[in-house]
Nanobody, 120 residues
């Protein structure tokens, strides 16, 4: 069984920073793409950014220049550094990972989400 556990959410003032972490644990062969999504009530889930195992990153337009994704492949962890946070960044942030199991099958996993609230 594979689990993704996010941490690092919380309340921050506009202009502040937060760093989210997502740890993948369990039995698997490798992790391909790790991504962060976010969802605000009443809105669709949107891609914040993603990182391949080789370190190639991709970001949503609304966070480019403010958010940075990084990975520690040895620790099966992905990070999301969020700077210059705005009230519109308020959402539940979800970690997603494409994981290859020991049979070679690639499956999609989601974390439980961590709340980020940007407010003065």
């Amino acid at each position: 069984q594979v689990h993704l556990v996010e941490s690092g959410g919380g309340l921050v003032q506009p202009g502040g920073s937060l760093r989210l972490s997502c740890l993948a644990s369990g039995s698997f062969f490798s992790i391909n793409v790790m991504s962060w999504y976010r969802q605000d009530p009443g809105k669709e889930r949107e891609l914040v950014g993603s990182s391949t195992s080789g370190g190639t990153t991709n970001y949503g337009d609304s966070v480019k220049g403010r958010f940075t994704i990084s990975r520690d492949n040895a620790k099966n962890t992905v990070f999301l550094q969020m700077n210059n946070l705005k009230p519109e960044d308020t959402a539940v942030y979800y970690c997603n990972a494409e994981i290859r199991n020991t049979y070679g099958t690639i499956l999609d996993y989601w974390g439980q989400g961590t709340q980020v609230m940007v407010s003065s």
